[in-house]
């Protein structure tokens, strides 16, 4: 088991079975024990209900989203211990992982928690390039 910087300060630890190459860009599992925040499914549009215009633009505004609404319940983005990702086009992600990897680190740091990314057909927002739920455990 390994315990990330993050993660050591806001009472998560890292399960890294020994052996196992280590993932890039999220844990392959986090052990909290805590106050449980979870949100809804999260899509890129601001305050007045408009979409950001493009991918990249829709991930940064939803991952603000999301550290609002994680702010509403007293946890962080380091309390961050599962995301799960849901992507109209997949080939729109992975052609722009490196733009990807920079708003995640501007918007929630460097603390990667589990992660799943699917593709679906649709989302109900049709002007939804992803969507995103989230759970946090704030410590005790």
Request: proline residues 5%.
């Amino acid at each position: 088991m390994m315990k990330s910087e993050a993660a050591a300060t806001s009472g998560l630890q890292v399960l890294q079975p020994n052996g196992w190459p280590q993932p890039k860009g999220y844990a392959n599992g986090i052990m909290a024990d805590g106050r449980l925040v979870v949100t809804g499914g999260v899509v890129g549009w601001d305050i007045a209900g408009r979409f950001a215009d493009g991918f990249v633009a829709q991930v940064r505004q939803t991952l603000e989203n999301i550290v609002a609404i994680l702010a509403e319940g007293g946890a962080r983005p380091d309390h961050l211990v599962r995301l799960t990702w849901y992507v109209v086009d997949m080939d729109e992600y992975t052609t722009n992982l490196k733009a990807l990897g920079k708003a995640y680190r501007e918007v929630v740091g460097t603390h990667y928690p589990s992660m799943a990314l699917v593709q679906v057909v649709r989302l109900v927002e049709p002007s939804a390039r992803v969507e995103i739920e989230a759970t946090a455990v704030v410590p005790r």
